[in-house]
């Protein structure tokens, strides 16, 4: 029977730059932390834990490594956040009133043609170091609000023998949605969290098809309701610039965030 040993928590020395999480247990797995300045997709279905996973990560970020940290939700309002963050002991006010961390929630009634831009011009700004979209799955879904007919060129949707129909149009402003939005955040001087639903044929990683082939980094949290003291699960799928654990860990939710456990 595999035995399930605690972290040993200890100050990780990172290898080149990196951006380190303060996750316990997990920063081994990337060799010292996230790749600086890389775009990491945190997916997985409802209740593993993408959420507070990147929350930690913003903590630890302005508490232990001085670093100005963005949390942007289109999902949950401020409030609930907040709540959220009271379960493990993160007092979120207060880093807000230092101007270590900022919690945007922008309902998707507000969303905007401008919206994209202004996260970036507050990211620049405000010099922040860390940040975390809560969650690409639903900015995918008014993707179209961000591109107008205008913008759009026969030669973009329509190639030699293709039929023209509005379907194709709207899978193509999806798609470069993504790639444009994901693209865009290397010019940003931070390491960016993207957190999305899983997709469920199993076929692909989330929902959306294109973000996993994107983006830097992905990282798979699972939930399986099995018995026995760990029901959720952690793996490294992908990391570019760096090598990374290959192992499914588990995962626990404790009193004070999330950690990782190795089997050995």
Known sequence: MAIIKKP???KIKPVGKRSQTGIAGFDPLVQGGFPLGSSILIAGGPGTGKSIFSLQYLISGATKYKEKGLYVSFEQTTRAIK???SQFGWNISSLEKSGML???SIPTSKMTKETMKEIHEFVKANKIKRLVIDSLSTIVVN??????PSELS?????????VFSPPII???VVKRFIYNFIESLRYLDCTSLLISEAGK?????????????????????????????FSRSLIVR???HTKNDEDVHPVEISNKGIIVHKIE
Request: aromatic letters at 8%.
């Open 8 to 10: 040993i928590i200890k």
């Open 238 to 240: 992908k990391m570019r």
């Open 170 to 172: 709207g899978d193509y």
């Open 83 to 85: 709540n959220q963050a």
């Open 201 to 229: 044929d199993g076929e692909f990683i989330t929902r959306d098809t294109l973000s996993e082939f994107v983006c830097d980094g992905v990282i798979l949290i699972t939930f399986e309701s099995m018995g026995g003291a």
């Open 143 to 148: 993707a179209p609000i961000y591109t107008v």
């Open 102 to 104: 900022t919690i945007k």
């Open 154 to 162: 026969v030669e973009d949707v329509v190639g030699e023998n293709v």
